[in-house]
Nanobody, 123 residues
């Protein structure tokens, strides 16, 4: 089982990035996928999640209207489009898979985790 997060980098405030999470080794369309992030010195926090079918999504309040989560089950990949980035979005972003229909905000509900990709937003 592998989740490979990519797409992070350095961007100025107001800019955009698209993160990808490529999955292998399990039945991808049977899992909800979540994105979490962890800033230095802070706990890991929920960012967004998408159901196995892609029909249901949820976001933390601070990213609503700026971030969009989507998935392509044919490519075993989930995306996180991040627009209007702010310095407070700076963190390592992780994707995770939960063997449930709907996604969860609680990281303890997730079965598999990727290695993370660093997003740095400069002011």
């Amino acid at each position: 089982v592998q989740l490979q997060a990519s797409g992070g980098g350095l961007v100025q405030a107001g800019g955009s990035l698209r993160l990808s999470c490529a999955a292998s080794g399990f039945t991808f369309d049977g899992y909800a996928i979540g994105w979490f992030r962890q800033a230095p010195g802070k706990e890991r926090e929920f960012v967004a999640t998408i159901s196995w079918s892609g029909g249901s999504t949820a976001y933390r309040d601070s990213v609503k209207g700026r971030f969009t989560i989507s998935r392509d089950n044919a490519k075993n990949t989930v995306y996180l489009q991040m627009n209007s980035l702010k310095p407070e979005d700076t963190a390592v972003y992780y994707c995770a898979a939960a063997q449930t229909i709907l996604g969860h905000t609680d990281p303890r509900r997730y079965d598999y985790w990727g290695q993370g990709t660093l997003v740095t937003v400069s002011s």
